[in-house]
């Protein structure tokens, strides 16, 4: 469905330079996919929505769209090509002077699209996103929630073949936040619409997407889905999809220094594992941690599609980190001292 290939974008500055926001970009998304691209502040995302929308052109490279190189249509094919990509953004950016109903239709009207056939792709879509009866209602009488729904159905009245959601969420409380995620995965499974979602969030990405794509300095660092990126819990992305687990306090003496009353120093471990074939379940994780003297201090393990994924912060003793380590990791177990 999305695929672009050697996409870079170089902007010009003063005294000649230039800043290079895209560089070498290779990205595919599969049709009917949810995609999440997720990055720090000045990674390249919001270049690279730009460069979805056509609302800038690469430099260099393709950026082809259900079947179609954006990066190659001008004019009529190019407007086009963009009532295909649906938009969705951060605070819904409705018209205050509008009804929900007249910012969801007016697409369709600037479309040219008749009246009678505007009004019922209206009430279709105040349906498909929970809004029925609100159609009257003006943006100032509907909750951050319900507005996030009059922007999702204004961007699929065209009944486009993507949906870019520009930080969907981030402007939303949890209910509203896990609200709009469900409708969402909903607008999908209807329409067959392919979704990318450009987020900070990482728990939005473990809620929703099948796959992720990491970007930095412009560059995709890490892409896949989510089994494929989990399945190795050394990389970064894989351990921002499965958060650190909070460790209030930690012991001054683990297990193994008081059974043989020692007093020594401790450390904490960051210890990270999946349920894929050939790494050991989360009990022979626990069992091979306490056989070598380490206590639990926290953990947490989340399912990511069909993987089992845990995370574990072990206290150990100073003298017996570097040991621990080396033999979490022969049994495909990722360990490293905890920074704290």
């Given at each position: 469905?999305?695929?672009?290939?050697?996409?870079?974008?170089?902007?010009?500055?003063?005294?000649?330079?230039?800043?290079?926001?895209?560089?070498?970009?290779?990205?595919?998304?599969?049709?009917?996919?949810?995609?999440?691209?997720?990055?720090?502040?000045?990674?390249?995302?919001?270049?690279?929505?730009?460069?979805?929308?056509?609302?800038?052109?690469?430099?260099?490279g393709h950026i082809v769209v259900d079947?179609?190189?954006?990066?190659?249509?001008?004019?009529?094919?190019?407007?086009?090509?963009?009532?295909?990509?649906?938009?969705?953004?951060?605070?819904?950016?409705?018209?205050?002077?509008?009804?929900?109903?007249?910012?969801?239709?007016?697409?369709?009207?600037?479309?040219?699209?008749?009246?009678?056939?505007?009004?019922?792709?209206?009430?279709?879509?105040?349906?498909?996103?929970?809004?029925?009866?609100?159609?009257?209602?003006?943006?100032?009488?509907?909750?951050?929630?319900?507005?996030?729904?009059?922007?999702?159905?204004?961007?699929?009245?065209?009944?486009?073949?993507?949906?870019?959601?520009?930080?969907?969420?981030?402007?939303?409380?949890?209910?509203?936040?896990?609200?709009?995620?469900?409708?969402?995965?909903?607008?999908?499974?209807?329409?067959?619409?392919?979704?990318?979602?450009?987020?900070?969030?990482?728990?939005?990405?473990?809620?929703?997407?099948?796959?992720?794509?990491?970007?930095?300095?412009?560059?995709?660092?890490?892409?896949?889905?989510?089994?494929?990126?989990?399945?190795?819990?050394?990389?970064?992305?894989?351990?921002?999809?499965?958060?650190?687990?909070?460790?209030?306090?930690?012991p001054t003496e683990s297990a193994d220094?008081?059974?043989?009353?020692?007093?020594?120093?401790?450390?904490?471990?960051?210890?990270?594992?999946?349920?894929?074939?050939?790494?050991?379940?989360?009990?022979?994780?626990?069992?091979?941690?306490?056989?070598?003297?380490?206590?639990?201090?926290?953990?947490?393990?989340?399912?990511?599609?069909?993987?089992?994924?845990?995370?574990?912060?072990?206290?150990?003793?100073?003298?017996?980190?570097?040991?621990?380590?080396?033999?979490?990791?022969?049994?495909?177990?990722?360990?490293?001292?905890?920074?704290?």
């Amino acid at each position: 469905m999305i695929d672009l290939t050697g996409v870079s974008k170089v902007y010009p500055v003063k005294n000649g330079g230039q800043v290079v926001a895209l560089d070498g970009v290779n990205l595919h998304v599969d049709r009917g996919s949810i995609h999440g691209i997720v990055g720090r502040s000045g990674a390249g995302k919001s270049t690279l929505i730009r460069c979805l929308t056509a609302l800038e052109k690469p430099t260099e490279g393709h950026i082809v769209v259900d079947g179609l190189d954006l990066a190659t249509l001008t004019g009529s094919a190019l407007r086009a090509a963009r009532r295909r990509i649906g938009m969705v953004f951060q605070a819904a950016n409705l018209l205050d002077a509008r009804t929900a109903a007249d910012n969801i239709g007016y697409p369709l009207k600037l479309a040219g699209v008749p009246a009678a056939k505007r009004r019922a792709r209206v009430e279709e879509l105040l349906e498909l996103v929970g809004l029925e009866g609100r159609g009257d209602s003006y943006p100032s009488q509907l909750s951050g929630g319900q507005r996030q729904r009059v922007g999702i159905a204004r961007a699929l009245a065209d009944n486009p073949a993507v949906l870019l959601c520009d930080e969907p969420t981030s402007a939303l409380d949890t209910e509203s936040t896990a609200q709009i995620l469900s409708l969402l995965r909903h607008v999908r499974d209807v329409s067959g619409v392919t979704v990318v979602i450009i987020t900070h969030e990482m728990a939005v990405v473990r809620e929703i997407c099948d796959s992720v794509t990491l970007l930095g300095h412009g560059q995709v660092l890490q892409t896949g889905t989510l089994e494929e990126v989990v399945a190795d819990p050394a990389t970064p992305l894989a351990r921002e999809l499965v958060p650190m687990p909070v460790v209030e306090s930690v012991p001054t003496e683990s297990a193994d220094s008081r059974f043989e009353g020692n007093a020594v120093g401790t450390v904490l471990l960051d210890v990270v594992f999946t349920s894929h074939p050939g790494v050991p379940t989360g009990a022979t994780v626990l069992h091979l941690a306490s056989s070598m003297g380490a206590d639990v201090t926290a953990g947490t393990f989340e399912s990511l599609g069909s993987v089992q994924v845990g995370r574990l912060a072990l206290t150990v003793p100073a003298y017996h980190a570097d040991k621990i380590i080396e033999q979490l990791r022969k049994n495909n177990v990722h360990a490293e001292v905890r920074a704290q």
